[in-house]
């Protein structure tokens, strides 16, 4: 492809992108494809002479597009969202045009500035205090793939950091802690580290949150037993619940743990102190007066593409202790003299990708008001959707809404009698029937036993009409699993149970 043909198929590809995205709405959310779909339709090999560039254009109309699910659709609640825009798509293309590994500032100077500036300027856009901003040349910001790199980056440098406090300590004594609600990046991160992990107890009772006397306690058992707690992973929006770890309980227990590193995955809801109402609510004052590293990823709901997640440290020298390696090869004058950040030092690899020109694009095109005005509008459509909820006879919230997720179930006002195993039993069928549409998107959950429904809202092009959509579908689905239920006379002496169909389950009642 010479430079004219790469123009042309640029000028074909934005214009299919646009219409991709006008189209969103009229497609069905989820992939309609069945596993081997694309392996079946493609050559066992590549093509020995080089095809003609439509031709390929075409096939990933033809192909690729069907096999999508469409993450950014207006009825996409699944998960937690990530995030598209067309300035972030902008700034991948030019970042694609001059490849370069960026390892360190002599590489390519412009992607180490330019990560370091933004880093700052996104610390500034939540709040974080100024240790964390790589201008105090103490602690200071790096972009990550992902949260549970983050995750395993602090880890290494909490471990690190023990061992060199305490050089006798063998490695099988150390304990990285977690909860029963942490996300599973916690327990890969000690089976990755070949870590003992130990998730701390939450209940329903306090929100599902993690608490400063359950903290202790399991400090003083593990320190009596002979064992090592290095890390703990606290959490602001676990992925079940959103739930929120009481880090200012926490960071009182720590403070007689000096050796305890406490790092904070906020991956999604970190976003949130974007909007200044919701930093103490969300513990961002414990997390500028305490914490060790900080974790939250603008790919989720920050306007900046996969992948972006940016992770802050109070001290960027126990970054650099656990993971500089520098043969000679690799050594520049800069790097010698410390006078500019060797961004490999501050990850598990070495090359990097230059992600920092899509949040410098994204920032500066939206400004802090368009980015507050994403989370709030995100936050008032879940306000209106839960009010439903609470409203409703056949659906009971479970845990109380947090910023733009509401977790909910059916909970029949007209069956009161029926227990959690039989509640389960018909909240799988629900989810079932859910999973099976392809005009929406929603996941399920397990909270300490209860089945649960996790509704999501983050698209940005979700609307107040999408919301009464979703809950019109919710509410015509559970009226045919309602009418199953009431057919045989709501014993409550009956067996039930769930067999899967080709299609949803099928509740049966015996």
Known sequence: ????????????????????????RDKP??????????RKALPASAPMEGEDFQLIADDYQKYIIPGLTHWQHPSFFAYFPTSSTFEGILAELYASSTSNPGFNWSASPACTELEAVVMDWTAQLLGLDKAFYNVSEVGGGVIQTSASESVLVASVAARSRYIRQHPHVAVEKLVLYTTTQTHSLGKKAGLILGLKVRALEVTAQDDFALRGDTLKVALEEDVDAGFHPFILIGTVGTTSSGAVDRLDEIADVAKHYPFLWLHVDAAWAGLAFVCPEYREAYQLPAINNYVDSFCTNFHKWGLIHFDGSCLWVR????LIDALDVTPEFLRSKHGDASTAIDYRNWQLGLGRRFRSLKFWFALRARGVNGFQKYITNCIRLNTRFAQR?????????????????TVFRIAPKSLPHLGTPELNALNRAFYARLAARSDIAITQTDLNGVFCVRMVIGAEKTEEDDIERALALMKDEAMVL???????????????CVVPSRSYQKIYIL
């Open 389 to 405: 909820i609470y409203e409703s006879d056949l659906f009971s919230v479970v845990t109380k809404p947090s910023l733009a997720m």
């Open 29 to 38: 959310v989820s992939s309609q494809v069945e596993p081997g779909y694309l």
């Open 315 to 318: 001290h960027r020298r126990h």
């Open 482 to 496: 309602m009418r199953s239920w009431e057919g045989i006379g709501g014993r409550k002496d009956r067996k039930t």
């Open 1 to 24: 492809m010479d430079v004219e043909q790469f123009r042309r198929a640029g000028y074909q590809a934005i214009d299919r992108i646009c219409d991709y995205h006008n189209s969103l």
